[in-house]
Structure formats: C-alpha cells, structure tokens
C-alpha cells in the first residue's frame, strides 16, 4: 500500500536533516541561554542563528523575530498584544471571515470579554476580501487589521500589496497583521509592500521542529505580553528558549527558502497533476475557493457531492492516502469549515469537501497515484452511497 | 579539563534514550494529533501516553493535564486564567517575595493592569513563608494563592501541607496553585494532602525536552484561556501539540521519578559531600536559606563575602564547574537576587552569592572535584581582589 501524505497544511513532515539536528542540539546544547556561562552561550548561539535564518524573510532584522511555541501563540501575541497594548488609540479591529481560529477566537475574545467592536469582512466565491470593503470599514477608531496571507483551507492568496498600503494611506497608525502560517518559506514574505507591523509563522509547516513558531515585530511596534516572567526574547516572550527546536526551525527555513520560486512551481505543478488527472476519470468534483490555478501552490480544495466528507477521507485513509475533511486546527470538531461557509456554498458542497495539500515530499507520480485512488474511490463509495 | 555541570536548576542535561525517543516521534509520527486519520491518531497516542505518564504524579486523571510551553506558560496559565476567570468573586490575591518571576511578574500584572490586590508574603531566614501569616491575609475576598514547593535559588521547601488546609479551612472556594518546577518527579507531589487547585511543572528540568510542560488543573477549576484558537487539550490550551517534546518529556518524568526517594538520598548526598568537601577547605563561605540538610536534595546557595558572584562564576567556568550566579530565568539582568535579597542578606552576602544545583549526572568524585577547583578559585581570587 502507498503512503501519500497529502495534509501538508495541517503539518508537514519534518525534514531528515532538521530531525538529526534538532536531536544534537538537544543532546549537547543543552545549556539554558539566560545562563551566563559557556554552557548557556552554547545554546544562545544555536537560537541566534536561527533567528538570523529566519530574520532574512523578513529584511534581515534579528531583533524583530520573536521565537514563540507556534502559529496559534503567533497569532494571539499579535492580536490580543497589539489590541490590549494600544486600546487608549481606540477600539474597532478588523478581521475577516475566512481566518484561522486562532485568529477568530481571539477577536472573539476581544469583543466578547475586553469590550472592543470587530468588523469581520465577507469574502467573495474565490475567498478574497474586497480592498474597497476594507478601506471603507477602517476608521479613524481602528486600531488593529488581520488578514491571512494563504488561506489554510482553500489556499485563496490574498491582495496585501494592495490592502496594507490602502489601509495605512488612511490611517497611519493602524497596527497591521498578516498570519502567514501557509505561505512563509514558501511564497514570497513582501513586508515593505504590504506595509505589514507583524506578521506570524510557524515550524511544523515548513518541514520544522513542531512546538515553535515566531512573529515578526516591526521595531517600534508595542505589544502587550502573553506571558510575564525573566527578560527573554527582548521581554516579549518569557520562558526558557525551546533552543533545539528554533535552531531546527532556522534550519528548516532556510531549506524551505531556498529557490523559492523553482519549489513553488514544482509544488503547484504535482498539485494541478492531481487535480487534471481526478477531472480526466470523469467523477464529480468541484474546486472550492480560487481555481487551482490561482491558489497557493500547495493547497487544493475539493467537494465530491452525495459523499460526506469524512467517508471519503477514511476510505482513503484506509489506502494510504491522507487529506482532510475541514482544517486540522478545528481538533476534530464535526462542524461545517466556517471558511466554506462564508463562500456561500451550499450544504451538498460544505458536507463533501476535502483538502488535499502538497509538500516538497510528493512527487507527479504520488499526484497521479493518489488521483487514481481518490477517483476510484469515489466511484466505489457512489455505488454503495445509492 | 573536567566539565561538571551544576547549574541543574536552570536546565537538565536530556537522557540519552529521551533525545532518541523524542527524534524518532519526530520523525516518524510527524502528524497532527487534530487530523482525523492515522497520521494524527499516530501522533495522539504519543502525546496521550505523555498524558498518563504525567497523570500518575498526580493521581491518575488524564483530563486533569494540559501540556504547555513550559513552566512560564504553566504559571502564566495558572495565575492570570486563575484570576481573570474568577474576578467576580473577590479581587483579593495572594503570593510570597521569594516566587519565581514568571510567577511574580503575573501578579504584578494582575496588580498593575488588571485591578487586583496582591499581597507578597515576607519569609524568614531559611527562605520559609509563616502559615499563620498566610491565614490572617487571607479572606472572604481572597481568590488565588500561589506558594511555590522547592524555591529554585537556595532550595526552601514550603510546609504546604500545613498551607493548603489552613487555606481552605478558611475559604474552601479559594484556589491554591503550586508552582513545582523544581520539586516535580524529584520530590512527592501531595496534591491532595496540599489540597492544590492547579500545579506547574516542567520537562527541561527533569532531564526531559525544552519547550513543553505541564500544568495540572483539578477537575472543575475554571481558568481563562491564555491562548484562543482550536479546541486542543480541552479548549484550555489551543495550537497544535508538541507532540514529540510531549512523548520525551512523558519518558523523562517516568525516569526520573522511579525510585525517588532513593535518587533524592542520592543526590543529597552529593550536594552535601560537595558542602563538607568545601567547607572542610578553610575557606570563607556562607550558606544561603536553609541548612543543606534541611532544603531540597538537589540544590545549595552559598555566599563568599569579598568575590563578586560573577567573578567567582566566570572563574570557575574557566576550569569546567558551571554554577550560576542569580536564577538563569532573569536573563543576564545583573541585579541583586530578590530571593536573597526577601531572606534579610546583606550586601556582600547578596553580591557574592552563587548557586550549584545537582543532578543524577553528577556523582560523589565530581562533586569532590567541583569543591576542590571552587575552594582552589576562591582562594586565588582573594590573593588578587586584595
């Protein structure tokens, strides 16, 4: 049986290298950075370096990366931080529909505990804010916008070059927040363009260390803490630093990194092999969200009317091919995707769509193998489905 | 040169066998606990045997463990999510002077920012709170006290069995949170017999990975949130879990918790060859908080009036003995310890204080040898000093 690993939004799998790494830092690195003798430099210099590695993506700052446990602590740290942080300023956050949840429950936390006022931004079809919606929704008592970059179930890329500055040109003061969990390493990270003051990543995703993560903070921008505790990452961040994991997180970007461009269009060029080779065995599939064409290289999204989704997913579990029925992050809620319902599809679509994401690890012939499994799948679940 | 490592209280040297486990679990099951297939069930099971490895320190509830970052998270976790989510029944906290800052600082934060009433219990010599002290600042108001176990600079072990009941005798809805990163597996956890609410801990201390921990919350304690985001170990800790970390620190725990009683007769007994072996030397040396015999197996804080802490600490790297000067956790911050600065010390006594802090990794030759270059250094720094 193969073993096609096609849920790499969820997580990826972690670079052989980045695992032998990780494992020596640990073993013989162990110091404690704060730690003033050479035991502790020992490890501080292994972090340092990741820090450079992953300053690179973002203008080569290192003092603008903060390591953290991971995308959703990322995420909370920009949001409920700059919120709290900066409320003298005023109280209105923007967001949008389609966000992770660890993007939406923390504005929903701001609004239902710490009395701030959210706009939450539809989407059209493809899964794209409108910059025009935007720009009109943003006032002068708007402190705090976030938009994803990729969208981790759909892989809609959203237009930051054009939103960021719309969003400034109004209101300068405006703390803006990019979670690019899906697309950092992968796609091209353009804070000056999109006039960007934080923005999130995570490990996992890039073939890393699970358990880190970091955000960018443009200097100057002020944030509330999530933890209190010793002085580390510049008081931003108290707790021991997970140095074996940031170094192999440092690592595992730089290799990620490298020839961006060439990877990508490999990786978008295995996923519209598998899409074109499902559409040639004649099954009834529909894209959700943007054309493959158009979507972040890695990411398809799939329904497969009269199927629900999670008998899909476990009869090609049970041959080797692994996707997923909604976004991972939701810890295997039952629930409709809030992503596929603020598309407007319909209920056939919600509760039949599956996510098919690809990595560096899935060549054509995996593509076309898992197409082959996925439509004959199909085809056997409709005959027991009638 | 040797290399005697006795800064265990800031960080553990990892096992060997957890570094291998902790790599092959990265490697291998690299999948996301919240995916629905067997990757992430894969991945589930590691962190779910972490869980019951835990669990046991504490009486066996799975669900009462949720693993975090580490034991900044844990504390932050505990206090702020302790308060906040309780505020409507009194506004009253309560804490000592000697806690670490990871818990000092959220109760400064609580006071400062959150509109709390502290009260930062004094100790006395040995580093000890007076429980009747903590009896009569306790009332009807009080929601939250946090007394650490085992202080992590001079090794005090508070009397939390007298603690805890005398608490809850008073106010049985008041929660009591005990931060145990520096006695857990090393020393019995007596949840019940302290009658705790909620307990920290820490896998890096106990020989396991950086970058995870846990904090035990007795069922039925509500907490707020730190992180929001999916539905992770029980909706009170969200973002993907650490799993491999998870696993190590699971194995770590269980290690270093067989035969504890035996291990901690062990390690005694090496810190307190290391004492005898130095005082024996002539030398001028004074010991911080309780007798060695009197504070926890694996830690001892000594004085030498005249060095300054640095000096001595530097030296003594120099020929291969780590200690440290101050707790690792305030991160290079070169001021006096506020922990011996709450045990009444003078100024030459504070300057010159160094901590050395023990581990199964050392045995009674290094400890011999660790006296040896110390009293060795101390004494050539006196020639030079004067």
């Known amino acids: 049986m193969p073993e096609i690993y096609l849920d790499n939004s969820a997580t990826t799998r972690p670079y052989p290298e980045v695992v032998d790494f990780t494992g ?3 073993g013989q690195s162990y110091g404690n950075p704060s730690s003033m003798h050479e035991k502790g430099l020992e490890a501080e210099r292994f972090s340092e370096e990741a820090r450079r590695q992953v300053a690179l993506f973002f203008g080569g700052k290192e003092k603008e990366i903060i390591f953290t446990s991971g995308g959703t602590e990322s995420n909370n740290l920009a949001i409920k ?9 005023g109280s209105h956050l923007i967001t949008s529909q389609v966000e992770h949840p660890s993007v939406l429950n923390c504005f929903r936390f701001l609004e239902e505990e710490a009395g701030f006022a959210v706009t939450y931004l539809p989407v059209n079809e493809q899964g794209l804010i409108d910059p025009e919606e935007l720009r009109e929704a943003a006032g002068p008592e708007t402190i705090l916008v976030s938009i994803m970059h990729v969208n981790n179930e759909i892989g809609t890329i959203q237009p930051l070059e054009k939103i960021g500055p719309l969003l400034k040109k109004n209101n300068p003061n405006l ?10 390493a992968r796609l ?3 804070v000056k363009n999109w006039q960007a003051d934080m923005v999130s990543c995570s490990s996992h995703k890039v073939h890393g260390p699970r358990g880190t993560g970091s955000l960018w903070v443009k200097e ?3 944030l509330q803490p999530l933890f209190h505790g010793g002085g580390q990452e ?5 707790g021991t630093e997970n140095v074996s994991a940031i170094a192999g997180f440092g690592m595992a970007a730089r290799i990620t990194g490298e020839n961006q461009g060439q990877k ?3 990786l978008k060029n295995t996923k519209l092999h598998f899409y074109r080779k499902l559409m040639e065995s004649g099954i009834e599939a529909y894209v959700n969200g943007p054309e493959p064409e158009e979507s972040a290289c890695h990411i398809i999204n799939l329904s497969f009317p009269g199927l629900p989704s999670e008998m899909l997913l476990h009869s090609l579990e049970a041959k080797g091919v692994y996707a997923s029925a909604g976004s991972a992050c939701h810890s295997r809620k039952p629930e409709p995707s809030h992503i596929l319902q603020a598309l407007g599809l319909k209920k056939d679509r919600l509760d039949s769509a599956l996510r098919f994401s690809f990595s560096c690890y899935n060549n054509e012939r995996d593509a076309e193998e898992a197409a082959r499994i996925t439509a004959e799948t199909v085809k056997e679940l409709h005959r027991i489905v009638k």
């Open 24 to 26: 020596k830092v640990a």
């Open 81 to 89: 931080g700059a919120a709290l942080r900066n409320r003298r300023r």
């Open 175 to 184: 703390l803006f927040h990019v979670d690019a969990v899906q697309s950092f």
């Open 188 to 190: 091209p990270i353009k």
């Open 220 to 222: 100057g921008t002020l």
């Open 234 to 238: 510049y008081e931003m961040r108290p």
């Open 264 to 266: 990508a269009e490999a």
